[in-house]
Nanobody
Framework: QVQLEESGGELVQAGGSLRLSCASS????????MAWLRQAPGKEREFVAA????????LYGDSAKGRFAISRDNAKNTVYLQMSSLKPEDTAVYFC?????????????????WGQGTQVTVSS
C-alpha cells in the first residue's frame, strides 16, 4: 500500500517561491508515475504537473509552465514541486498522486493513490 503525505504548504507573498514535498510512508513509489493536482476555493480541481517513474519525462498544465518544476528522488521516495513567481491565483490545496502509468487528469480517483493535500496561500 502506498501512503502519500504532502508537506511544505504555507502562506507566502506574491512573487515568492515555495517547494512542496510528497513522501510515501508505505511501499516505495519508484515504480509509479507521480503528479501534482490542486484545487482552489470555488474552482474545479486542476492538473498541475506529472513525472514518469524514471524522472525522464515531465508534463505541465498551462498554469504551471515556466514557473513550476516537478522532480523526484526515488532514493528518498519523494516527489517535489518547486514553485516560483507565485501569484494569488496559485492559492489552493495541493495534492500529490501516484499512478502505475503516467496520466494527465484532474480527477484524484483516476490515480491509484493520493494524499490529503497541503494548503498554499499566496497573499497579494
Amino acid at each position: 500500500q502506498v501512503q502519500l503525505e504532502e508537506s511544505g504548504g504555507e502562506l507566502v507573498q506574491a512573487g515568492g517561491s515555495l517547494r512542496l514535498s510528497c513522501a510515501s510512508s508505505g511501499r516505495p513509489v519508484d515504480g509509479y508515475a507521480m503528479a501534482w493536482l490542486r484545487q482552489a476555493p470555488g474552482k474545479e480541481r486542476e492538473f498541475v504537473a506529472a513525472i514518469d517513474w524514471t524522472g525522464s519525462r515531465t508534463l505541465y498544465g498551462d498554469s504551471a509552465k515556466g514557473r513550476f518544476a516537478i522532480s523526484r528522488d526515488n532514493a528518498k521516495n519523494t516527489v517535489y514541486l518547486q514553485m516560483s513567481s507565485l501569484k494569488p491565483e496559485d492559492t489552493a490545496v495541493y495534492f500529490c498522486a501516484a499512478s502505475l502509468r503516467m496520466i494527465v487528469s484532474a480527477d484524484r480517483y483516476a490515480y491509484d493513490y493520493w494524499g490529503q493535500g497541503t494548503q498554499v496561500t499566496v497573499s497579494s
